[in-house]
């Protein structure tokens, strides 16, 4: 993609963020465009050029935009999408062969399901939808992508195409929800500023989002005008990420930053550009976080800081996440081999703490709700990736991906599709040879 097609479409997702600030039910429109536009390319061109993924990509950089501003439409549609275009990618591609692992992760899943459904009360079909939807969509999406070739202009076009919807997000939030101190609350997660939205999912997404932007700042950034676009767009980014005050997406997206820096060293490739710019990205990350806690009047600060400081382990174990943990450890020791079934571990924790505690963490969750065979499904989701890693270490994208998807499913589970994507993304085979039409826009 050449640099009047990176700034036509940076414009164009600036326009798109400021009209669905000023006008929101633009965004319904939004949301089926994307739709209708992805199938249209991709029945266009039969899926010759990965254009199943493509799709993906953009509907997981926009999930939670969408979520923020489409009211009452269906909350899910990032799961339904994911598994409708993967279908449509097997009826193009043909469906992988029986010895791909991730049919063994998904048969995995099955058992508690039975176990689960004569002890759910109430709602059945929507609990274990819940708790399900989101690991079948990593399997499904596994199963595509396992050991999948693309090139590497190909992944650097999926990145950007995962990336621009979050910009424009941001550009939505700095448009429609303007810097205001009267709002900052310095012990927990802001709303005002992730749009009237979930904190934890808008920082996930901007998370991702500044770490995209930051590995086109070390590795695609070749002209002056496209890196200092790319800078600045970072920082946006960062910026609004942390005015969320959700640690769990920034946190993360640093430790990948982290992460991608020391895959760079060992892999060799963009060591050079990485040293050249560390400085500045450095120099950059240090302002906005003095920027931002001056402007919170020192509240962000506190509250990364501080983290809540609690005076005694009583109110500790009170707190949610820490409740939801203890309670998949003891489902885990007491239901070891099948687990306590799927949307029952929820009820359970409601139950017994007598508050609705959903879920956070998908590892513990598995261990639960699925016992010995959910341990088995996280074996086969860490050793597959690190399986690749291990026999070619020159992709460095790979553990930076894997670590995010790791990290956000300890905080967030599977909410949100941009982790379950990233996650297919550690299992393609990256050409180093970039042909003419590796990626083709029409």
Partial sequence: MNEKHQINLTLLHIGIGSLIAFYPSLAKIYLFLIVLTGFYFVVKNKNKNNEVLYVIAYIAGSEVFLRATTENMLYEFGKYSMLFFVLTGFFYDGFPKSKNPYWIYLLLLLPAVFVSLPYLDGD?????????????????????????????????????????PVFASCVYLIVGYSHNTYVVNSFSSNFYYS????PNQMATALGLGAFIYLLKVITESDSQRIFYLNVIIFCLISYRGL???SRGGTATAAIVALALFVSIYIS???????????????????????????????SLLKRYIKCEILNSNDKIKKRGRYMQVRSDIQNFTKNPLLGVGVGKGMEIRNSTYKQELRTHTEITRLLSEHGVLGLFCLLILIFYPLQLYFKDFRNFYLLPFFIFWLFTINHSATRIIAPLFIYSLTLLQINSEEGENAVVIE
Avoid: D, W
């Avoid at 989101?134 to 990145?159: M, N, R, W």
């Avoid at 060591?271 to 003095?290: D, E």
């Fill in 243 to 245: 005015l969320t005050f």
């Fill in 195 to 198: 749009g009237g939205f979930g």
């Fill in 268 to 298: 060799r490739k963009g060591i050079y550009q990485l040293k050249r710019k560390f400085g500045l990205l450095a120099l950059m990350l240090i302002s906005i976080f003095i920027l931002t806690a001056y402007q919170t009047e020192n």
């Fill in 124 to 164: 059945i079909r929507r609990k274990i939808s819940f708790e399900l939807l989101g690991p079948v969509c990593l399997g499904v999406v596994a199963l595509y992508t396992y050991k999948k070739e693309i090139s590497v202009v190909q992944i650097k076009f999926l990145l950007t195409l995962l990336a621009l």
